[in-house]
């Protein structure tokens, strides 16, 4: 989404300087033109009132007029067949913008449903949850006395603002009840890291919302103190928010150069250009998803076309078009697809996506792994579990599912490829997954030896079998929790 006042100002001054380049006689014709298509308007709008004007005398049902335009409203932009444009009443676009602004109601915690439990994998900064005393790892057994038996039960936890949940949890070995009252809390659109092995920088852009680029300045300076030497932009999940925020931190890794080329209804493509910035005068890794979408494709195109980043992960959501919102006189407001956007190379991505570099698909931790090691990194120490994970000792909202059958120990398969920097290749003939190194070693595991499984797609190997083929990679495991070294 464009803020506002950029586009009106670029739309209005054409206009404004039109009439005063007209002759008299070229003038009067303009005139006769503008009040013939005042009168087809006018007719065009009559039967509108008409049908208003009936349904209030006839209709026996009667009719609510501000609904009826309302409902008629939403038909004109429903009818347009385009997934971004959107009517709004003013309640509406506050939630809207409170989203792209990370406003929330709620706890203040992500939660995973699995082994039938309830993990809480995250609690937000800032936060209800934070204040009441949760902790990353507690398991959720009720709540407000009900047991939690499926993941339907989060809606539970969901509610008013003032209004309050009680949660019996466990931590360890012990049970405790927390009350939490659920409150209006704000997140941060950038988080960040530092890796000193590697001196590795990691900044995380949740959203572009109307601070994001003074969040980024702050945590890229605060990251270059530290000694960074090489950064990893993870904009996975990031569904946009406003482009000229996305236009401005873009400024903090090139000098100058092409952001973007723009077209509007006529078709006619615009340059956008970054200028006045700075490079940033080291690698960069960007890390995509699915979810990646809208303004972080606008970034993650700039950056990877002028050569600037590396980009890592799946191939993005594709969604190269740019809305604006427009306030009616009523104050409700219309979103409005008004541009199309194409990356500086000429890629028009719409319903596509951005292909990346390295592609890593279906697991984030893979993808976090892979990113760390095309920044620099020479080393690697994973530990996760249903609820934790963390990368060489910095923590991460995420998770490794892992499970034991006996003696055997089963891990996602992608995420020991990327711990060994290996590619995977399934044959579904023999049920046989084939894993190989950088140096060419290869490793064979099948289902019918038990040294692989598939559970819901997945593909896990058993550790012991997968040491004997790659020593190099260290794991040991403990109540659920597995760690990986190499």
Same mark, same amino acid.
Request: charged share 20%; aromatic share 8%.
């Given at each position: ?35 013939? $298509? ?17 349904? %209030? ?102 509610? $008013? ?57 702050? $945590? ?47 078709? %006619? ?20 998803? $699915? ?18 980043? @590396? ?24 979103? +409005? ?34 990113? +760390? ?28 599912? @892992? ?42 595991? @099948? ?14 190997? %058993? ?24």
């Amino acid at each position: 989404m464009m803020k506002l006042s950029k586009l009106c100002k670029k739309a209005l001054v054409p206009l404004l300087a039109f009439p005063l380049l007209l002759q008299p006689d070229a003038a009067r014709a303009a005139e006769s033109n503008a009040g013939a $298509e005042l009168t087809q308007q006018a007719s065009e709008l009559q039967a509108f009132q008409e049908v208003l004007d009936y349904l %209030e005398m006839y209709n026996i049902e009667g009719v609510e007029k501000d609904v009826f335009l309302e409902n008629a409203i939403r038909g004109m932009v429903y009818s347009l067949d385009d997934p971004y444009s959107d009517y709004y009443t003013a309640e509406e676009l506050k939630d809207f913008e409170d989203g792209v602004n990370q406003e929330y109601v709620g706890i203040g915690v992500t939660l995973r449903f699995t082994g039938n439990k309830l993990y809480v994998t995250d609690v937000l900064p800032d936060s209800p949850a934070s204040a009441a005393g949760l902790k990353k790892g507690d398991i959720i057994a009720k709540v407000d006395g009900d047991p939690v038996v499926s993941g339907e039960d989060i809606l539970k936890i969901q509610g $008013e603002e003032h209004t309050k949940v009680t949660l019996n949890i466990t931590r360890g070995g012990s049970s405790m009840t927390i009350p939490v009252e659920r409150a209006h809390f704000s997140l941060p659109a950038v988080t960040g890291s530092y890796f000193s092995s590697g001196r590795i920088g990691y900044i995380a852009i949740s959203s572009f919302s109307d601070t994001a680029d003074m969040e980024f300045a702050l $945590e890229l300076d605060k990251l270059r103190g530290q000694g960074m030497r090489s950064l990893v932009l993870d904009l996975r999940d990031n569904l946009g928010g406003y482009v000229d925020v996305a236009a401005n931190i873009a400024s903090y890794f090139m000098e100058s150069g092409t952001l973007m080329y723009t077209a509007d209804q006529s078709g %006619e493509l615009e340059a956008v250009t970054v200028s006045d910035g700075q490079d940033i005068g080291m690698p960069v890794v960007i890390l995509t998803n $699915e979810l990646t979408a809208s303004a972080s494709e606008i970034l993650t195109g700039a950056l990877h076309d002028n050569g600037i980043a @590396t980009v890592v992960g799946a191939q993005t959501y594709g969604k190269a078009r740019i809305q604006n919102v427009f306030t009616l006189s009523n104050g409700s407001s219309l979103k +409005l697809t008004v541009l199309r956007y194409l990356t500086p190379n000429m890629i028009d991505f719409n319903h596509v996506g951005l292909k990346p570099d390295i592609e890593v698909i279906n697991n984030p931790t893979a993808q976090l792994i892979t990113g +760390l090691y095309k920044a620099g990194a020479r080393s690697m120490e994973l530990k996760g579990s249903a609820a934790s994970l963390s990368l060489n000792g910095v923590a991460f909202s995420g998770y490794v599912d @892992t499970f034991q059958s006996g003696n055997n120990v089963y891990v996602p398969s992608r995420i020991l490829a990327a711990m060994i920097k290996a590619d995977t290749t399934w044959t579904s003939s023999n049920q046989k997954l084939t894993i190989t190194n950088s140096s060419g070693v290869q490793g064979g595991f @099948t289902i019918a030896a038990n040294t692989v499984k598939l559970v819901d797609g997945e593909a896990y190997v %058993e550790m012991h079998e997968f040491q004997k083929k790659f020593p190099e990679l260290k794991w040991s495991y403990n109540q659920g929790t597995i760690t990986l070294t190499r």
